[in-house]
């Protein structure tokens, strides 16, 4: 019992390496990951050659499937290029596979070390990301000496030598199981490895192994195929044209298998190598193989999966659940989403003018209305942000991350300002038949020109990041506040003058131009952020001249 939990543990750390070693070259690459495979689409050359390198360093196809999946689903890229990467990402897995294959063992603790000296001294920095991957390939090594060591207790023993002889050798059952497995351990690289290493402790038969390959091969599609089983048609194309060059390629495998088996026991030595040499040629082969018929099987992936037309109105339109798998990415649609929050909470805000003016109580209702909306992008946003994962963002990522979060929560909370005025305008101006002085109403528009044009600006800071807008947004702020002390000032003076419109409607005037200035801060706030990443704010607002003068 104890053999066999050291080898699930075995097993546990072994997919815990490869996934430290993905998000680690996730953090470290992750924008300039996307840049090469965004670049690679010109000819299946370049694109099978930036999946293989890609997928080196992530150590995952699934996780090179899934950012492709995202680009297809937005329509930047075609099923039959991507395809032409993911026949290189395959075989940069299998690649990887063949190098863990070499008695590292000397490598393992030195790898470990020095990860964890780069990581605890840096963290933060790129040399500490750097040390999280280190890390990880160090508990690959690591993992695969101890799936050594825990295997060679079991096969000695003879209940579990009996139980492996009367397995029956039946190649689709395998097929099936390492599928399962790569599902299960959501890595096909860890299966490939476990199985080499099972097969060398001769707990498993080099031919079991064989179709354990084939299997951990169709079970990497399969997964891809599940984690974008909620995505839209476009994204859901790539693995599954992925699946058929897999499947069709193990159909072409199994009656080969004999003569395989045998040229590899010819040929290669070790039973280890036997097993990722094989998982190197058989994804070398699917490659030249299928290459040519990346654009058949793009054209066939686009007619069993076709566009679905559906008008999304205002609900979340942007939030790609395949595009988690990837954080840099993800927080690339989330941002895009909190634009569309925006563009909804504009709409509110422009025909809250034409309420005020021309008393109409059906737009002002459909406006409310909108409210909803911009709670239901906030709420889908926020839950799509918690997904992201942290471990993998960069700091420049991270702080993004924050920025995104920020802007909705702004956002929401215009909206809801926005909703309380229009109910506010609703109860004591329209259905009591009150006007505004053309004074007052003159003010009121200014106000509410200007907060259009500052939160258009907003949205910009939000989008570009500019210091120089950031700036300006900021100094809004203060010209802003100036003018509602001002045009507060002009309405008493308006009442010591006995104007009557203004007497009828002062309590609503004065709050309206109060909750105009309340939106106004919410979008200068957006700036915050990016000025403090910038070191353009100071510890505290306060002057130093009006503390001083308070001690005197």
């Given at each position: 019992m104890l053999h066999l939990l050291n080898l699930l543990a075995a097993i546990a750390l072994l997919v815990w390496g490869t996934h430290i070693v993905r998000t680690g070259m996730l953090r470290v690459f992750g924008e300039n990951l996307r840049t090469v495979l965004a670049k690679s689409f010109s000819n299946r050359g370049s694109a099978l050659l930036a999946g293989l390198g890609v997928t080196s360093l992530v150590q995952s196809s699934t996780a090179t499937c899934l950012i492709l999946a995202s680009f297809a689903g937005k329509g930047l890229v075609a099923t039959g290029a991507a395809l032409a990467v993911m026949l290189g990402a395959d075989v940069g897995t299998a690649t990887m596979a063949v190098v863990y294959s070499f008695d590292l063992s000397w490598l393992s603790p030195l790898l470990i070390f020095v990860g964890v000296v780069m990581f605890?001294?840096?963290?933060?920095?790129?040399?500490?990301?750097?040390?999280?991957?280190?890390?990880?390939?160090?508990?690959?090594?690591?993992?695969?000496?101890?799936?050594?060591?825990?295997?060679?207790?079991?096969?000695?023993?003879?209940?579990?030598?009996?139980?492996?002889?009367?397995?029956?050798?039946?190649?689709?059952?395998?097929?099936?199981?390492?599928?399962?497995?790569?599902?299960?351990?959501?890595?096909?690289?860890?299966?490939?490895?476990?199985?080499?290493?099972?097969?060398?402790?001769?707990?498993?038969?080099?031919?079991?192994?064989?179709?354990?390959?084939?299997?951990?091969?169709?079970?990497?599609?399969?997964?891809?195929?599940?984690?974008?089983?909620?995505?839209?048609?476009?994204?859901?194309?790539?693995?599954?044209?992925?699946?058929?060059?897999?499947?069709?390629?193990?159909?072409?495998?199994?009656?080969?298998?004999?003569?395989?088996?045998?040229?590899?026991?010819?040929?290669?030595?070790?039973?280890?190598?036997?097993?990722?040499?094989?998982?190197?040629?058989?994804?070398?082969?699917?490659?030249?193989?299928?290459?040519?018929?990346?654009?058949?099987?793009?054209?066939?992936?686009?007619?069993?999966?076709?566009?679905?037309?559906?008008?999304?109105?205002?609900?979340?339109?942007?939030?790609?659940?395949?595009?988690?798998?990837?954080?840099?990415?993800?927080?690339?649609?989330?941002?895009?989403?909190?634009?569309?929050?925006?563009?909804?909470?504009?709409?509110?805000?422009?025909?809250?003018?034409?309420?005020?003016?021309?008393?109409?109580?059906?737009?002002?209702?459909?406006?409310?209305?909108?409210?909803?909306?911009?709670?239901?992008?906030?709420?889908?946003?926020?839950?799509?942000?918690?997904?992201?994962?942290?471990?993998?963002?960069?700091?420049?990522?991270?702080?993004?991350?924050?920025d995104v979060l920020s802007f909705t929560i702004n956002m929401e909370q215009v909206g809801d300002i926005i909703e309380r005025v229009l109910q506010d305008v609703e109860d004591k101006k329209i259905r009591k038949n009150r006007s505004f002085s053309d004074a007052g109403m003159g003010e009121i528009c200014h106000l509410h020109e200007r907060l259009l044009a500052n939160l258009r600006l907003s949205m910009s800071v939000f989008l570009d990041g500019h210091v120089r807008d950031a700036q300006k947004l900021l100094e809004e702020k203060a010209r802003f506040r100036d003018l509602e002390r001002e045009y507060a000032a002009n309405h008493i003076a308006r009442l010591q003058d006995n104007t009557a419109q203004s007497i009828e409607t002062s309590s609503l005037h004065l709050d309206l131009i109060s909750e105009l200035k309340r939106i106004n801060s919410h979008l200068c706030s957006i700036a915050y952020p990016i000025l403090e990443s910038a070191g353009a704010l100071s510890a505290t607002r306060l002057r130093k001249s009006h503390l001083a003068g308070m001690d005197e």
């Open positions: 605890t001294t840096s963290q933060d920095s790129t040399v500490g990301r750097v040390g999280r991957v280190l890390i990880g390939l160090g508990l690959i090594t690591l993992a695969l000496q101890l799936i050594v060591g825990a295997t060679r207790p079991l096969t000695e023993s003879p209940a579990v030598r009996a139980l492996l002889v009367a397995l029956p050798n039946e190649v689709l059952l395998d097929i099936l199981v390492g599928a399962t497995l790569t599902v299960f351990a959501y890595s096909s690289l860890a299966i490939v490895l476990l199985t080499a290493t099972l097969a060398t402790s001769g707990m498993v038969p080099t031919a079991v192994a064989l179709g354990l390959v084939l299997g951990a091969n169709i079970g990497s599609a399969v997964l891809a195929l599940l984690a974008t089983s909620n995505a839209a048609p476009q994204a859901r194309r790539l693995p599954l044209g992925n699946l058929v060059f897999k499947t069709s390629g193990a159909l072409i495998a199994i009656p080969l298998l004999p003569w395989t088996h045998s040229w590899l026991q010819q040929w290669v030595g070790e039973v280890h190598q036997q097993v990722v040499v094989f998982h190197l040629v058989f994804n070398i082969a699917l490659a030249a193989l299928f290459i040519s018929f990346t654009g058949m099987v793009g054209r066939l992936a686009e007619r069993w999966l076709p566009e679905v037309d559906r008008n999304l109105g205002d609900r979340p339109r942007h939030l790609d659940p395949v595009a988690l798998a990837t954080p840099s990415l993800a927080i690339s649609c989330a941002a895009r989403e909190a634009l569309h929050q925006a563009d909804v909470v504009e709409t509110m805000l422009r025909g809250m003018l034409d309420v005020i003016r021309k008393n109409d109580l059906d737009l002002a209702e459909r406006l409310r209305s909108k409210d909803d909306t911009v709670d239901e992008l906030y709420s889908a946003i926020k839950f799509y942000m918690t997904q992201i994962s942290r471990e993998a963002l960069s700091e420049r990522e991270g702080r993004r991350w924050g």
